[in-house]
């Protein structure tokens, strides 16, 4: 649980994960978008 607190206390690891976690699921979004319209469209 020290662990999960830091993460919590500590903004730098806080903004520093969510911002990768926000990178990653607009990525993500994008491969499947993609994916989807290439499918569509063949």
């Known amino acids: 649980m ?3 607190q830091e993460f919590f206390r500590d ?8 911002g990768l976690a926000t990178v ?3 990525c993500i979004f994008y491969a499947i978008y ?3 319209k ?3 469209d063949a």
């Open 34 to 36: 993609f994916i989807y």
């Open 2 to 4: 020290n662990l999960l």
């Open 24 to 26: 990653l699921a607009i």
């Open 11 to 18: 903004p730098v690891i806080f903004f520093s994960f969510t």
């Open 38 to 40: 290439i499918n569509k």
